[in-house]
């Protein structure tokens, strides 16, 4: 009995140490990475997508594989980050990290598929909601990373809530709601993994 409960307080030591370390997981030149890919997707709407409100299927297979592929190039990093280290602390880390950002991430495709499905004449509130739950899923990662990060967070709600506010009309699905969001709020999380984490003193 005595053994399991050492085993026990063993695993709650190693939990709270890493609930309260530090994930070097996310790498700046990633994250800029994605908010490029942001910047482009606008670029690309100016361009082939000018009435995205008549447009809206075409408008939502753009945001959708852009968002897809930023999740797939942050995820294949920390899948390599975790293959290439021999640390079980770090592959527990890299695990705590993705529990706790991803249920904003599903959040915000369920609440996507129901608008969707269900309710499409509100449609127009989707780069404001996603910039909410993006911001959302920052906090909730805020433990495991460099304080500064909160700045990051709060851009994201805010931006947010000023989007839902002046998305209307022509402003419905404008490039540079989601360019100003998620291409500057990319950028800005960047330079604070960049600063905090990765430049040598």
Not at 185 to 192: K, M, P, V, Y
Request: glycine fraction near 8%.
């Amino acid at each position: 009995m005595q053994l399991h409960d050492a085993i026990t307080q063993i695993s709650e030591i190693r939990s709270h140490l890493a609930r309260t370390e530090t994930f070097r997981g996310y790498r700046a030149a990633t994250v800029a990475g994605s908010g490029v890919l942001a910047w482009l997707g606008a670029a690309a709407q100016l361009m082939w997508l000018p009435r995205p409100v008549e447009q809206i299927s075409g408008w939502l297979a753009l945001w959708v594989s852009i968002a897809s592929a930023s999740l797939a190039m942050t995820a294949g990093e920390m899948w390599l980050r975790c293959r290439r280290s021999r640390s079980a602390w770090t592959v527990r880390l890299t695990r705590l990290a993705a529990e706790q950002f991803l249920p904003s991430v599903a959040a915000g495709g369920l609440v996507t598929a129901v608008l969707v499905g269900a309710a499409p004449e509100a449609l127009w509130m989707l780069p404001g909601l996603w910039a909410v739950f993006y911001g959302l899923g920052v906090f909730a990662s805020w433990r495991l990373l460099p304080r500064p990060i909160a700045w990051a967070g709060a851009y994201y709600l805010a931006s947010g809530a000023v989007v839902l506010a002046v998305a209307r009309n022509e402003w419905a699905f404008s490039p540079w709601a989601m360019a100003g969001t998620f291409g500057v709020g990319q950028l800005i999380i960047a330079a604070i993994l960049y600063l905090t984490l990765e430049r040598k003193p």
